[in-house]
């Protein structure tokens, strides 16, 4: 069974530019949940998407934003990017969302650097 | 202020040491997680815990649960080069809410 694929694996951009990430999570998985991850701050909950619809959502800025297809991929997408979203941004993939025993399998990442 | 606190925050051993890492929290959680994050690669799910004592055990890595549901501890014992890693908790506070992932552990195991 194929992990969770994240695209593109590396990209530079620029402030002021947007940038749309991928994440094409375990067949079968309907959750996809995406998360900011830096030194400073470690992981940080960006949203949640269950059956195209968002869930759950962090403490972000409206420049950051998702949504869900109907086979379940999901895309984020970041707005006016600022020096300090340059990170590395990881989706992760789940059967449902909010069990107690909800198993969150997580792709290699997108390493977004903003200069 | 983090959800979850971890300690400690760096650690280097030296291969087949014991060690103890520790996840804090002044909430009560209905589960909490704990992943290995290796260079380069997303996080790797090692255990779930969901009921307030419990202890479970994974070869070596013995991982155990408080009894408040507040706290969690992970115990690696006669650790290898191959357990280095940042080692992360996630705890969820109620059923249909996000994780919230601590700030981790970094070990390093020197052969």
């Known amino acids: 069974k194929a992990g969770v694929t994240q695209t593109p694996r590396y990209l530079i951009k620029t402030r002021g530019q947007q940038v749309t990430l991928s994440c094409s999570p375990i067949?079968?998985?309907?959750?996809v949940s995406w998360y900011q991850q830096t030194p400073g701050q470690g992981l940080q909950f960006l949203f949640e998407?269950?059956?195209?619809?968002?869930?759950n959502k962090g403490n972000f800025p409206g420049r950051f934003s998702g949504r869900q297809f109907s086979n379940s991929r999901s895309e984020m997408n970041v707005s006016t990017l600022e020096l300090g979203d340059s990170a590395l941004y990881l989706c992760?993939?789940?059967?449902?969302?909010?069990?107690?025993?909800?198993?969150?399998?997580f792709g290699s990442g997108t390493q977004l650097s903003v200069l | 202020t983090q959800l979850l606190e971890q300690s400690p925050q760096f650690l280097s051993i030296q291969e087949g040491e014991n060690l103890t890492v520790y996840c804090n929290s002044s909430?009560?959680?209905?589960?909490l997680q704990w992943y290995r994050q290796e260079p380069g690669e997303g996080p790797v799910l090692l255990v779930t815990?969901?009921?307030?004592?419990e202890v479970k055990k994974l070869k070596r890595l013995t991982f155990q649960f408080g009894d408040a549901r507040k706290d969690s501890s992970l115990h690696i014992t006669a650790a290898q080069p191959g357990d280095t890693g940042l080692y992360l908790c996630?705890?969820?506070?109620?059923?249909?809410?996000?994780?919230?992932f601590g700030p981790g552990t970094r070990l390093s195991v020197l052969p």
């Open positions: 998407y269950f059956s195209e619809t968002q869930r």
């Open positions: 992760a993939s789940s059967l449902a969302v909010g069990g107690t025993n909800e198993k969150l399998f």
């Open positions: 996630a705890g969820a506070r109620n059923y249909g809410q996000n994780f919230v």
């Open positions: 815990v969901v009921t307030g004592g």
């Open positions: 909430s009560v959680f209905s589960s």
């Open positions: 067949s079968g998985h309907r959750s």
